[in-house]
């Protein structure tokens, strides 16, 4: 029996709305001085990973995990003061932005974001097949609240996405402003806290069961568990019904819900992790400001700069030849000529400070 000839070019086409799409990149060079993803420059406490191997060993590994992450969604909900059904967890926060995505986006539905913002409020829809309405924050990078009603009018997003610290400007958006949006938006508003300890406030006190509104956090900066890759929503019970439906069945791997679970034990040592890089913070804000660079006011673990007489991303070459990583955004909408550092050590701060004092003479 012979086989039918293979067709010419047997590679099967990208869906059609993906072609021209990019993957998400932020370069990782090696160098001695990583200051570009906004990790915590301090790892979780000792007692932790001895509390995790402990737990694991007990893990019955043949067995899939709990479903519905029950003790770590309790423990969350204990440490916001929500109830369990008001807490979604994911695998990053980058997963609860897709299936926040794939419940109320999709063909036919926008999500409205207000650049410059978090690259993957839009690059995350566009995925899921849902279109991008974009605002533009003001000339002083804050929101732009006639942006958004503006926005609101013309698209009726599905989803309303602020970032509060934003990233990658480090503002934060006042609690006036989120109340305004989530009053005025037709969809649900999604509140992006990845960075919210290291600020004055949080919007999860307007989290509501009557309220279209959810904030979204992560393990990957103030719990300084980025490897771990855990993230979660608290929000309406509604919301988290609505995402369950279009979960994976056993997403969160059962090493995860313990390491997630008894970080949360070790609370006090990571308000120190932030209280010591929140104080770091003003030391690197107060060194940029001996420097020959714009910067604007951070509420977050970095500060957005921009070289007053230097070209971005020259600068940025200029400290990667020096061993100092940080994250080039001079070519993002609206950021001309910026640069984004994270807060590190001491010492990692000292290198940034020095070897970009030398770039710039
Ligand atoms: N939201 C914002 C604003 C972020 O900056 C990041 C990380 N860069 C994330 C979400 C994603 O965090 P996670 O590691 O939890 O996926």
Request: net charge negative; with cysteine; hydrophobic share 45%.
């Amino acid at each position: 029996m012979s086989l039918p000839a293979p067709p010419l070019d047997p590679r099967p086409r990208r869906r059609p709305d993906l072609v021209a799409l990019e993957g998400y990149h932020s370069p990782q060079v090696d160098v001695a001085v990583r200051l570009n993803t906004n990790e915590s420059p301090y790892p979780p406490p000792a007692a932790w990973a001895e509390a995790v191997a402990e737990e694991v060993a007990g893990v019955e590994w043949h067995r899939y995990p709990d479903r519905q992450a029950r003790r770590l969604r309790s423990a969350l909900a204990e440490l916001h003061g929500v109830a369990p059904e008001q807490v979604y967890v994911a695998n990053g926060s980058n997963e609860v932005i897709q299936a926040l995505c794939l419940a109320y986006g999709g063909r036919g539905r926008a999500v409205g974001v207000f650049e410059p913002t978090y690259r993957l409020h839009s690059h995350i829809p566009s995925i899921t097949g849902t279109s991008v309405a974009t605002g533009a924050r003001s000339a002083e990078l804050s929101l732009d609240l006639d942006e958004v009603r503006r926005v609101v009018a013309e698209v009726e997003p599905a989803l309303t996405f602020l970032c509060s610290p934003n990233n990658p400007t480090g503002m934060l958006d006042p609690p006036e402003a989120v109340a305004e949006v989530a009053a005025t938006s037709a969809g649900l508003v999604v509140v992006d806290e990845a960075y919210a300890e290291f600020s004055p406030w949080s919007a999860l006190e307007l989290v509501d069961d009557d309220r279209a509104l959810v904030v979204t956090r992560t393990f990957s900066k103030t719990w300084s568990m980025a490897g771990a890759r855990l993230g979660y929503l608290v929000g309406p019970a509604w919301v988290v019904e609505d995402l369950s439906a279009v979960t994976l069945p056993y997403h969160l791997d059962a090493f995860k819900q313990a390491a997630g679970r008894l970080a949360l034990r070790f609370e006090d040592d990571m308000r120190r992790r932030v209280s010591a890089v929140v104080a770091e913070r003003a030391r690197l804000v107060a060194g940029l400001g001996t420097l020959a660079v714009r910067q604007w006011p951070s509420a977050a673990n970095f500060v957005l700069f921009r070289p007053v007489d230097a070209d971005g991303s020259t600068v940025w070459q200029g400290l990667v030849e020096r061993g100092v990583l940080v994250r080039d955004c001079s070519s993002w909408p609206g950021l001309d000529g910026c640069l984004r550092v994270t807060v590190g050590t001491p010492e990692e701060d000292d290198a940034f400070l020095g070897a970009l004092g030398e770039v710039l003479t």
